[in-house]
Structures are given as C-alpha cells and as structure tokens.
T-cell receptor, first 116, second 116 residues
C-alpha cells in the first residue's frame, strides 16, 4: 500500500529541547515537502526536497532544518523548539511528473506538536 | 507571487443538496495546476480533484466538479448531493508548473458542515 508515514503523530515538548519528526514514503517519489498548518493561515511550506541531497527553503523555514540522505526519508528537525512552532505538521510527497504539472501531493497523517 | 483566496470560512448545506465552495487565485504564470483537498476532523489531507490551466473542460471526479473560470481566476469546487461524510475542511491549492514544481500554495480553507 502506498504510504507516507510520519512519526510521532502527537508530541508535547518543552522549549529548547531538540526534536525530530520523521517522514518516510514507499512510493519512490522524488519530491518531498514539509508544511505547517495553523488556524486561519492554511498550510505553508517549510522546506522541500527535489531529490536526495537537494533541499531548499519554503515560505517559513526559520527554526527548522531538514535533510534528505535517502530518497524515502525526509526528517524535520527543530533544534530549539519555541511555543510559536506549536502547529500541525504535514509531510507530503509527489512524483516527478512531466513538467510537474498534474501530480497531486500525497500527505502523511500529520504530527500535532505542542511546545510549552 | 502566487496567492489563493477562500472567502468562506464556514458553510452549511443540507444533506442531498449541492454546494459550491469558492476559490480565487492570483498568478502571473501561464501554466499552473489547481487542486482541492479535503481534511476531515481526523486530520488527514485527501486529494479530491485537479484542474490544469490549459485544460479545456472542467474537471469532474464523481460527486466533485471544478468550475474553472480562467478569465476570472476562479476554481470553485462543486459538491453535488451532499452527504454527512462531506463535513470537513476544504482547501484550494495551486502549483506553478515551472521552476519549483513541488510547492503547493494553499488557501485558508472553508469548513463545510452538512446537516440533516
């Protein structure tokens, strides 16, 4: 079964304690992205990766790091979490379609993070 | 810069009736894709329908259809014969088809409530 798996699903942590949210896909997709969802703001892209070892910033990258050492994994790292990073986080993958035109994004189940 | 606007924070519809969720967009790119996603209360993001900027006909997927008016830059989602299970948050999104194909720009969403 095609899957995008995020872990953990729920996390409560304290300010400044480093954490990693994992994302793994079994669809052999080239593109992977991280989004955060906040009420009234929709989803905003944090970072994306077009392939192994190729990553770039999205719209709201401050306070986050990513790495893409393997095609299937794209972890999101919060080196020093702060309360304003409390949010619902989604990992998404896409196949590299012709011109990237008509390929929908497949989303993980989401990770609800609370930083106190 | 790309922008998606969803002006209806919340909508109510009676079961078995049709409902239209509004979406307008702003882009200077000639080639782009428009997407609708459904987010039920469980939180996952479910792809519903896609419309390409060069598609001549409006997209349809079962009870979902996309009313694409390119000159007005609108891409409204029409749900026919609403069901209780359609109660959810709905997001309109756009992706440019040049350069970074992996970024989706989302609207702020519309919460649809289907009533008996």
């Amino acid at each position: 079964e095609a899957q995008v798996t995020q872990n953990p699903r729920y996390l409560i942590t304290v300010t400044g304690k480093k954490l990693t949210v994992t994302c793994s896909q079994n669809m052999n997709h080239e593109y992977m992205s991280w989004y955060r969802q906040d009420p009234g703001l929709g989803l905003r892209q944090i970072y994306y990766s077009m392939n192994v070892e190729v990553t770039d910033k999205g719209d709201v990258p401050e306070g986050y790091k990513v790495s893409r050492k393997e095609k299937r994994n794209f972890p999101l790292i919060l080196e020093s979490p702060s309360p304003n990073q409390t949010s619902l986080y989604f990992c998404a993958t896409q196949i590299r379609g012709i011109g990237g035109m008509n390929t929908e994004a497949f989303f993980g189940q989401g990770t609800r993070l609370t930083v106190v | 810069a790309q922008k998606i606007t969803q002006t209806q924070p919340g909508m109510f519809v009676q079961e078995k009736e049709a409902v239209t969720l509004d979406c307008t967009y702003d882009t200077s790119d000639p080639s782009y894709g428009l997407f609708w996603y459904k987010q039920p209360s469980s939180g996952e993001m479910i792809f519903l329908i896609y419309q390409g900027s060069y598609d001549q006909q409006n997209a349809t997927e079962g009870r979902y259809s996309l009313n694409f008016q390119k000159a007005r830059k609108s891409a409204n989602l029409v749900i026919s014969a609403s069901q209780l299970g359609d109660s959810a948050m709905y997001f309109c999104a756009m992706r440019r088809n040049t350069g970074t194909a992996s970024k989706l720009t989302f609207g702020t969403g519309t919460r649809l409530q289907v009533t008996l």
